[in-house]
Every structure is written in structure tokens, then in C-alpha cells.
């Protein structure tokens, strides 16, 4: 075992009352919310209480003016119990971070503070049905006529789309150019002209609420331009290593959870006479896994600490993402296997875990866009 030197004893502090939360307000419901297809929104007020949400954010808006280590505490705790359902990732890691980074001043006093409260739940829709890897290609258009933008399109796959209050959308200011066209925009879920599609139903994460949403001639104030307009592309592109950091943070500890329920299977179960953990097979296959898990957890420490210093470059974030995912799912794979038919009932754990792992490897980019970022950076001139 490597020790971990990434967190101090105040990160083990604040993981210790993460931890009793998740195992009190969260675990014993998770089923129930996949049955609902999403989880509880009083969870994420509880959240807020509990100064769960968006560690990050200044003391000026109300935050906790943390490092990234208490987000990915938080990220590894839930990963580590398989609540897959709980959206705080994609709020406190990925979408809020684009107010802290580019909002003005007034939109940061206006929405930082409830966003940290969970008073409003944030959402960032990128993707639309023609468009998810090839992000330039996206075909929303806000059309400035006078003091507001009017938007109109549709996105799809929306993590939070149910929940969320407050969108960060992903829009052509000027349609005629590709990624020099594209700007964010804060849009309130009230807006009128603003619907929010059905609850996508998909094969895992299915406490996880995934959406459409539509926008016909959305009024949005031009306050409500993040930044400058056609910047967005720029400020995607900056923001993603975080993103995929997230995502491989949340692998690597939902990796090292299934590990060891597996380990407690093996133990147990027999088969001819001795516990499954007694044949050669089974000792390799653990062999195998917990060393390149052991690998993937020291990489991906590295990346949380370049990240404290800002010094993740973005083909390092495109590795850490691809590597780690793409080992999830081998790993949950090999464990299901060596649960046998068990292993297939969506009452045990492993078997949830694989099916909920499936999407780490499409969202936050494809893993083949991962590889794209990093030939390019390898056969840069
Ligand atoms: C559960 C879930 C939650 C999501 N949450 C969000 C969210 O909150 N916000 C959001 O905006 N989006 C979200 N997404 C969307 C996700 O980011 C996209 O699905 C993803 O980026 C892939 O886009 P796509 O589905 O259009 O696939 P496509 O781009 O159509 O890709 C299809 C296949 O082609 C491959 N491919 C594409 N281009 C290339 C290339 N140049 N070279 C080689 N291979 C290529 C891809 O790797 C993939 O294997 C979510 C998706 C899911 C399933």
C-alpha cells in the first residue's frame, strides 16, 4: 500500500463527516431513487447546510475558499459508496466553476451563494442530438436583439437537467463561425421558453436525473453572458482538465470500493469444497488489478496535485481521464466475473457499479477524443 500524501488532516477530517452524511442521508435511499430516477431534492440543501457544495467557492460569495482536494473528497466518498445518483460533481467541480472563473461581478453575488446553499442546482448543457464530441458543430443560437439574447435549440444528456435551476448553455452568439461563434450563457430554468424534456431513461446511474432541454425564443438578459462573447470555446477548453480530473477521481475510487467488495466475495463464497479466493485464477486476476489500480491511484494523486498549483496541462487531464475509466470498467468487468451469476443481480453492488461505470468512458469527452487530445499534443510542430 502507497501511502496518500495529497491530503492533509483536514482533508481526512472534512472525508470523515462526508462519509457519516453520505452513509445516513444518501446510501440507505439510493435504491428508492433509482426508482424515482432521481434523487431527493432536500439532499441537496442538506448539502448546502452541511457546506458540501462548491468547496471552492471565496468567503466574498460565501464559500469555504477550499482546494480542489475537498472537492475530490467529496467525489471519492460518493464514488467510494456507488451513490451515482448524486449530481454535486457536476455542480460544485464542472458547472459553478465557470461563474467563479468568468462571471461578473453581479452574477457572481447573485447566484454563488445559493448555488453553495443548494438553493439552486446548476446544470451545463453542451452536448445537443447533433452535436457531443464535435462541440463546435453545436447549432443553438442567442442572437443579441437589444438587451437580451433570444435562444433557441435543444440539448440532450443534461446531468441535473430535472433538478437544475440555473443552466450553463452552450450557444452560437454568432452562427456564421465555428468555435469562435460559441459563448456561455447563465439561463434560469424559468425563463420562459425554457422546457426541461423527460427523464432519459439509461442502463446505469439511474438515480442520476439526464435530460432534454428545449429553448424557444428564450429572452436572456445580456447580463447573463459569461464572460466575453465568443469566448466560449476558450473557456470550455480551460475548464475541462478539472472536469476530467473529476471523472478520474470518481474512477479510481469506485475502482478501489469494488475491489474490495470483491475481496469480501471471494472470501466468502465456495465453490468445490473452497472459497473462490483459494484458486490461482482469482489471486492473479486481484494481483492483476490492484496493481494497475495501485499505478492509476499515484498518477491520479499527481494530477490533484498539479491541479492544487494549476499546473494540470490539458493532454495530462486527457490521460488521467481515459486511463482511469477505461480501468473501471476493466476492473468492474473482471469483479463481476469473479462474482459469478451474483454478480449479475443489480441488488449487489458490483453489479450496479458496472453498469453505472459504462458512461465514464463517453462523457466529459469520449476516450477516443481523450487520445485525440493527446496525439495532438505528441505530433505538435
Ligand atoms: C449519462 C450522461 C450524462 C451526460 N451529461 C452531460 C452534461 O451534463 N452536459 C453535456 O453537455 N453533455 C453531457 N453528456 C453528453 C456527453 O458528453 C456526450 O455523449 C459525449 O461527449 C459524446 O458525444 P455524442 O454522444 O454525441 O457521441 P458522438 O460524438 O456522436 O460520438 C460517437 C462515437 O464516435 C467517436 N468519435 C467522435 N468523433 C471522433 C473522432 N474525431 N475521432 C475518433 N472517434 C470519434 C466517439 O468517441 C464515440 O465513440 C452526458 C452523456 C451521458 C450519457
Redesign the pocket.
Same mark, same amino acid.
Given at each position: 500500500m502507497i501511502p496518500r500524501t495529497v491530503y492533509n488532516e483536514d482533508h481526512e477530517q472534512f472525508r470523515d463527516t462526508v462519509r457519516k452524511f453520505l452513509e445516513n442521508e444518501a446510501a440507505p435511499h439510493h435504491a428508492q431513487w433509482e426508482k424515482d430516477g432521481q434523487v431527493d431534492r432536500a439532499l441537496w440543501n442538506k448539502a448546502g447546510d452541511m457546506g458540501f457544495l462548491c468547496p471552492q467557492v471565496p468567503e466574498a460569495y460565501g464559500g469555504l475558499e477550499l482546494d480542489f482536494g475537498y472537492n475530490a473528497i467529496i467525489d471519492e466518498e460518493i464514488s467510494r459508496l456507488g451513490l451515482t445518483g448524486i449530481g454535486w460533481g +457536476?455542480h460544485s467541480d464542472?458547472a459553478v466553476p465557470y461563474i467563479v472563473n468568468y462571471g461578473s461581478e453581479e452574477q457572481k453575488q447573485k447566484y454563488l451563494p445559493k448555488c453553495i446553499s443548494g438553493e439552486l442546482v446548476t %446544470?451545463? %448543457? #453542451?452536448? *445537443?442530438p @447533433? %452535436? /457531443?464530441?464535435? +462541440?463546435q458543430g453545436v447549432r443553438s443560437t442567442a442572437i443579441k436583439q437589444g438587451d437580451h439574447y433570444v435562444l433557441n435549440g435543444s440539448? &440532450?444528456?443534461? &446531468? $441535473? @437537467?430535472q433538478h437544475a435551476d440555473l443552466v450553463v448553455v =452552450?450557444a452560437k452568439t454568432n452562427p456564421e463561425e465555428g468555435a469562435s461563434g460559441v459563448s456561455l450563457l447563465l439561463v434560469e430554468a424559468d425563463s420562459p421558453g425554457f422546457k426541461k424534456g423527460t427523464n432519459?431513461e439509461?442502463i /446505469? #446511474?439511474k438515480a442520476?436525473d439526464?435530460s432534454e432541454l428545449f429553448f424557444d425564443d428564450v429572452k436572456v438578459p445580456v447580463e447573463n453572458l459569461l464572460g466575453a462573447e465568443g469566448q466560449g470555446f476558450v473557456y470550455l477548453m480551460q475548464e475541462l482538465p478539472q472536469e476530467r480530473l473529476s471523472v478520474a477521481v470518481n474512477a479510481i475510487a469506485n475502482a478501489e470500493a469494488a475491489l474490495g467488495w470483491t475481496i469480501d466475495y471471494v472470501r466468502e463464497r465456495k465453490a468445490f469444497g473452497k472459497p473462490i479466493a483459494a484458486f490461482q485464477n482469482t489471486q492473479f486476476k486481484l494481483a492483476e488489478l490492484d496493481s494497475e489500480l495501485t499505478a492509476l491511484r499515484v498518477f491520479v494523486d499527481r494530477c490533484l496535485e498539479l491541479h492544487y498549483d494549476r499546473k494540470l496541462d490539458v493532454s495530462t487531464a486527457a490521460k488521467a481521464k481515459y486511463l482511469s475509466t477505461d480501468f473501471q470498467c476493466k476492473l468492474l468487468d473482471e469483479c463481476v466475473q469473479l462474482h459469478g451469476g451474483f454478480g449479475y443481480m443489480w441488488e449487489y453492488p458490483i453489479a450496479r457499479a458496472w453498469a453505472d461505470a459504462r =458512461?465514464q468512458r463517453?462523457? %466529459? /469527452? &469520449? $476516450? *477516443?477524443?481523450m487520445? +485525440?487530445i493527446i496525439s495532438r499534443e505528441l505530433l505538435k510542430e
Open positions: +457536476l464542472i %446544470a451545463i %448543457a #453542451m452536448t *445537443e @447533433g %452535436a /457531443g464530441s464535435d +462541440l440539448k &440532450t444528456f443534461i &446531468t $441535473n @437537467g =452552450v432519459l439509461k /446505469g #446511474m442520476q439526464t =458512461v463517453i462523457y %466529459a /469527452g &469520449t $476516450n *477516443e477524443i487520445k +485525440l
